[in-house]
């Protein structure tokens, strides 16, 4: 990874306002490095080596941003779409400029737990398929859930187009006419969860993600709502997705 970056870059990602305006910062000679004024917003420096100041306040930098969000049904889980709003345009103004992007997806009219990041490494390691990060979801169903259709989520669902699952957990927790279940799945195919439950001839009339990993969608959270991830939460997570690699290679 690289170490260095532009001062533009850095300050834009630090909540400084856009590129333009800390052209307007530096060309006014408010923005120092190591203790000299710097006269060019697109000068290279290592924000964790050196000192940046900004009229005459020391940059705590961070280079990198971890949200929790519950995702709110209605909204899509990209960075930008013409049609509908984004997980990203939900976020408030100060995350605005840091490239943040959803890791995986949800669908639109899924909620809950979505990590929002712009660690690119970590991402990419929550999301490999090598890694059988599992996912618990809530479901309410449309039908009765039965004894047989854990079985067959024990064994793998074969898919409307030929596709064999991973072994999934399911959980009963109330049946009737409908029912409401938990799943946990070790993989994450396109509607992997509905077409799991279309493959035994039900429906999932809603679905809620609400652990990835060791990370459990905060209760406080409402539909909406999003927080910065806790250092606990980051440090585990990162260790369950790197120690996994180590079982994986094993
Ligand atoms: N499975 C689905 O079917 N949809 C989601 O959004 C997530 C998992």
Known sequence: MRETQRVDKILSNSGFGTRREIKQLVKSGQVKVDGEVIDDSGMHVDPKKSQIEISGQKLNYRQYIYIMMNKPAGVISATFDDRHETVIDILSEEYKCFDLFPVGRLDIDTEGL???????????????????????????????????????????????????????????????VNSSVDVVIYEGKFHQVKRMFEAVGKKVKFLKRVTMGNLVLDKDLAPGEFRELTQDELSNLINEVRSQKENNLN
Do not use: C, M, W
């Not at 490494?121 to 169903?141: D, T």
């Open 114 to 176: 979505l990590l929002i990041t712009n660690d690119g490494q970590l991402a990419h390691e929550i999301l490999s398929p090598k890694k059988y990060v599992p996912k618990r979801y809530f479901a309410f169903i449309e039908g009765e859930v039965t004894q047989e259709d854990v079985k067959r989520f024990e064994e793998g669902v074969i898919l409307e187009d030929g596709y064999k699952t991973l072994p999934a957990e399911l959980y009963i927790l109330d049946r009737d």
